[in-house]
């Protein structure tokens, strides 16, 4: 093979490369608003209110008796002792205290606030 036989071929090589760029495409506001609004707060309350009722008795009795509890009605027994030529425990009143359960449905207006936000495009 002679030289004027020899063929020459040239390589070429292409390379790639890959990058990245940010890119603003558009803008956002964001803002908030806050507002009171009056609201009614609803609750049920309960409660005891008592009821004290004397009752007269005047009645001679052998010994003291107990306080006792009959239904929603506590009793208290108040006595007294008189001297007559002998001692005699007379009766004078029982107190009676009674339990009444009661329930009351309130509404009381209050403030609470909200708030709300508003986004709103901007565009370039």
Known sequence: MTDQD???VQIVEESVSV???RVATGRVRVSTSSSEVEELAQATLSGTRVEVTRERMDREIDAIPE??????????????EIVVIEKRL?????????????????SVPVTVRKQTATVERIDE
């Open 6 to 8: 020899e063929i020459t």
């Open 67 to 80: 306080t006792r509890v009959e239904g929603d009605t506590t009793i208290i027994p108040v006595v007294e």
């Open 19 to 21: 990058g990245k760029e």
């Open 90 to 106: 007379i009766l004078v009143e029982e107190i009676r205290i009674r339990q009444i359960v009661t329930s009351e449905d309130v």
